[in-house]
Structure formats: C-alpha cells, structure tokens
C-alpha cells in the first residue's frame, strides 16, 4: 500500500515581516509517513524557518503548507501541533515548567487528559527518556544533555505522528549523540515520521539516509545521503563538508565498487575487508 | 618556556557538592597548540576559567593547587583584568561577548580598558582586522553578521589585545560545518604568524587532530588521556568511545580493518586512502590474507 504523503509544501515562498529579502524562495517538498528525513544546510539557509511552516508557527506568504492534509494557514498551532511535535534548538526556549514532571505534562492537560493518566503517561515517556530520576526536579537545574531530552519527551509525550528535531545534536557530546539516534530510531520504527534539522554532516552519515539540502531559500538536493553527500558541487554551494568516510570512498572509487550505505561505518569496513582479501590484482597499485 | 604549569588544581563551585576538577596537573609550552576534549560534564569549561582567572575571581569555590603563567604569574594572585594581555578567551557563543554598534568599536572596546593612546589603538584595530581578513565588516553592527563572521569577530577582538595565550571554550560549535572549518584555519594561521600558546576546547575532533600538537582528554573532573593525536588514537580509541568521545571514522575504521598493519593511524581521510592502498599492496603479496 502506497504511503500517504504527510507533509506536502507547494511552492512556498516566505519573508519575515518587515524584511526585504525572502528567507523562502518557491519551496516545493512531499515527506511520506514513516520517513526519517534530515534537512541540511549552513546557518541561514531557512532549515529552521521552513519547519515553523510544519505545525503553523509560520504561514506562508504564497503558496501553502498541507499536513496531514490540513492547510496550515486554515487552522490554529493548537491544532496542528496534535500532529506536528516541533523541539526548539534552544530547550531554555521551550522549557518554563518548576518540575520536570509538569513540564512534560504541560500538553497533555492542554488537551483536557485526566491528570492521572496524565501523570502515567508523562512518567512512561520520562522512564524512556532516562529521566525518572528527576521528576521532581526544576528543568533549569538539569544538564544541558538531559534538558533535551526532556523537551523531547514533552513532545512524544502526547504521540503526535510527525516529530521535528531542530539541530539535535548541538552541544551534545558523542555518547548524548547515540542516545538520541537510538530514540529518533525507535520512534521511526514505530511508523513516526522524524524530520531533523542539522548541520552535523556526520550524525546524519551515521544514522538517516534520507537528506534534503537547502541553500539560500531553496532545495538544492534530496535523495540518499550516499549520493546526496558525496557531491562536492552540493556540499560547496550548500557549505557543508563532505563525511570523512564518504571523502575516502570517493578517492578509492576508481578502485572500489562501495555497495549500500558505506557511510555507515561496519557497511564501509567490510566492503573494505572483502576488497582487501580478494587477491586479483588492482591496476595502478 | 612553559606558558601555563598547572599543578595539583582541585575546584568544586560553590553551588555543587561535587568536584569539578581533581587534581589536574598540566603543563603547556610556549607556542603549543592544544585540544582539550570530553564527555559533557567532564570539566573542560572549568578548567578553561581556572587559566584565564574566572576561576577564583569570578566564580566562587574550593579552591586547591596553583595555575602559574610563564613561570611566574599565579592566576589566583592577579585580578582578571591583569591578565588580559595574558590570556584572551573566546566563548562558544559570540553574541554574549560582542555588545558594540560596529565591528570597529568592539575591537577597539578591549583596547581602551588596556589604557592604550588613540594611535596606538588605530594602529592595532588595522592589524587585527587585516589579520582576519575582516576589513569588510569594519562598519558592520555584529548583530547583522553570520555566526562564523561573529566567532571571527571575538577572535579578532581578543587578538588586538595582544595576549600570549589564546583559550577558545567550544568556538564552533554553533557554526556549520565550513564556518568552522573557516575559523580553525584562520586560529592555526595566527597562531603560526604571533607564535601564541592556542588552548582550545572542542568536539569536532576529526578537523582538529590534524593540526593541533596535544590532545588532552578529560573525564569526570581528570585528565585521562594526554599525547600528540596519533599516539591517543593508535592507543586509546576504545577507552575514548566508551567515555563518549567522537573519534574521528577514518581513526575507527583504520582501527577494524589495518592496526595490525606496521602503518600510523591515519587522522584524515587522504592518509587513510594512502594508508588502504598500502595495505592492498601487502594483501596482494601475501596472497589475500591481512598483514
């Protein structure tokens, strides 16, 4: 069965009130449900302004923005936030609760939940979070690592089907980094679509293989990140580097005949392990 | 000459119950270049306010053991405003250092509080801007400017003051991939053309370990690991994946596929295709079986 299209902006063009220059320039993009898509491009590109498009904080100027089928310049942020989970950049943000708990209870007493099923619900999300420990705690007094994850959890925890990460992994180090990938992982494998916005060119090698490239206002590139990263003429226009291992695949290519995502670093390790061990001679080596 | 000699530093802030640092000892060289890395939490920022004073002037706390600079200057004995032409400190976040109208002023801020004359001060605002190769963005407010644009911006203005130790507490990190890559060729720059001792702290490990002198690792409030970059990565890349630190996948994938081999572990992807290619070369010799 075909997947339903959850997201679909048609030529949509955007400028901040007051501003001379667009910051979206004619957009057009379809995100599938259960896709688990990364957004790239350099500070400034409009990454973070076409997400506030997703769930209404931003309307567009020409064009329109459907999600889950709802023109968004038609309904509120209250109610296409029911399916579009958006987590800010900065948590300091999006955080204002005394308590942990509260905090990540916030929306579902918006939505009118019996506060003790509330409570229950909220107390799942947090154990899944590692966060347990500190329901009683302020959210100003967690770290910076923790303070993501909750407003993460503040977000699933009333399920919408479409979660949006802005710059995720920004002053998170490489273990704080796993974490999140696992929990991106298991929320996509439960039929979530996750949209991340990024720069980090080497989380999204590591872990999403679906990648769209802005540049300037508008979509440069989408496709697989084999593809899509590897391409020095993309990468330059958008300022983005390529991934190290995809640098090594393309000075090997006249050599090599790299098979699925070698991004991934056990995929490249043993395409280079079986190349090492079959004896046939290499030209030029 | 040792620029900075840490010894026996302990400090746990007033307000925390823990030690942030444990007996850290340390010693820097005039002219080194070195990357101080680790999990979050770990006491990288800490120690970074303990070499430029914040910490104790600033920051109250426990404090233990000494920081002295080139020989003589005990951190905790001078103010930080004595130590301004000493050490310049560059934060992760531009915006909360820059606060002038133009680049012009917010370079020549730090220099008035230096007590220089006007000419002096015109003289080191063209230098520094040259140096950066900013002179476009002289009449330009920092508010207007791009994040990488910023982070040079607060360099150049550190840099005008002319202090022998330049310390960057995370200064790319909320830069895209070539911003960054902008503002560590511009650091390596300087510091090849003013001979300054650079202490800089980072995540971005793998455009880093190629050009810095020492990497030093800390964990918990301890320094664990301290050496040039191909020493830490040939010896300790399971001990720093498991603290959390991001080893740089050429590194890894040099570490699954050829440590056996008699070659150095690679820090960038063009030594690593060297390093493969040799490594084919061997494997066709000895009949497909790895070295």
Redesign the interface.
Known sequence: MPRRNVIEVRDLWYKYPEAKEWVLKGINLTIKEGDLIAIM????AGKTTLVKHFNGILKPDKGYVKVCGLDTREHTVAELAKYVGLVFQNPDHQIFASTVLEETMFALKNFGWDPERAKRRAKEVLKEMGLLDYINTSPFSL???EKKRLTIASILVYDPEILVLDEPT?????????RLAEIIERINSLGKTVIVVT?D??FV?EYIEHVIVMSRGTIIAEGEATKVLCDDNIMKRA???P???G??VK??ED?IDFKGNFLR?PV??EN??R?????E??KG? | MKAIKIKGLSFKYVTSSRWALKNINLEVDEGEFVLIT????CGKTTLCRCINGLIPHFYEGEYKGEVVLFEEIKVDEHEPYELADKVGMVFQDPESQLFMTTVEREIAFGLENLGLDREEMKNRVEWVLGLLGIEHLRDKAPYEL???EQQKVAIAAVIAMRPRILVLDEPT???????A?DVINTLCRLRKEMRITVVIVE?RL?MLAPLVDRIIVMDKGSIIVSGNPRKVFSKEVSRL?R????V???C??YK???SATKSEVPLT??E??KV??H???E??RS????V
């Open positions: 491009g350099e500070n400034g770290s910076g690592g920004v002053g998170q180090d490489y273990g704080q980094k796993r720069h060119i080497e090698a300022r983005l580097l991934p190290q291992l640098m090594v000075n090997l050599y670093l490249f390790v280079l392990r190349w090492l061990e079959n004896d001679n290499v080596i | 680790g999990p979050s939490g791009s994040g990488g990190a909320n830069l895209d991939p070539m911003s890559l995540h793998d994946e603290i959390g630190v991001e740089p996948k050429v890894l994938a699954e596929l050829i992807p063009d690593f295709v493969i290619l490594a084919k070369k494997c066709n009949k497909g079986s790895l």
